[in-house]
């Protein structure tokens, strides 16, 4: 082998073990409680030519920075009902987090189902801890408990090889520079890492809760 073959075949190995794991952020799903330090992530990925998908306050904010955002009710056909407290719990946004995109079977279901990929999901969630600090009735707190929010931060850490997970507003400057040093492409090892981090902000929360109803 010549030192040209030799290169050629470095190159083309280097693609299959590295390359095959840098995965484009193409649609973002957002869904926060606070929308403080959101403005700059978003600026970013609008640059970047992400698409974002919402709900609700969330939705409205991220359309007055001027950037366009499909309603989640518009791709699930359904409004948010029960006082809010059914949003995303759909399987037109959890099949787009949880689909394999290297599994034909889910391929073929997604396209079934006009499923669209979900790439990134940015979740802040209700302040359970702060609503209980701050003395307000049981009513008031059963309903900070998060549930569409905690099962979206499960589901995108879950399939971690495809997505990329925002847990909270801890992470925003995670993204942000990631963004601007690669563009809207990440890693499998920062995916993992915002995995990670994503089941500890799943379980403190879960902590919390438990520990309020076992008090």
Known sequence: MNVLSFLYFCSLLY?????????R??????????KDGLEELLQKLNDEGVKFLSTGGTQTFIESLGY?????????????????RVKTLHPKVFGGILGRRDNEGDRQ???????????LVIVD???FEQTVASGAVEEDIIEK?????????????????????????????VL?????????ETTKEQRR??????????????TAIHGWFAK
């Open 15 to 23: 693609n299959v073990i590295f390359m095959s794991d840098i995965k």
């Open 25 to 34: 952020i193409k649609t973002a799903l957002i869904s926060v409680f606070h």
């Open 68 to 84: 366009p955002c499909q309603k989640v009710e518009e791709l699930t056909t359904y409004p948010s009902i029960l006082g809010g």
């Open 109 to 119: 279901q997604m396209s079934q189902y006009e499923i669209p990929e979900i790439d």
């Open 125 to 127: 969630l209700y302040p």
């Open 145 to 173: 408990i998060d549930i569409g929010g905690i099962s979206l931060i499960r589901a995108g850490a879950k399939n971690f090889n495809d997505v990329v997970i925002v847990p909270s507003k801890a992470e925003y400057s």
């Open 176 to 184: 942000l520079d990631i963004l601007k040093k690669q563009g809207a």
């Open 193 to 206: 890492m915002l995995a990670t981090r994503a089941f500890g902000v799943s379980s403190h929360y879960d």
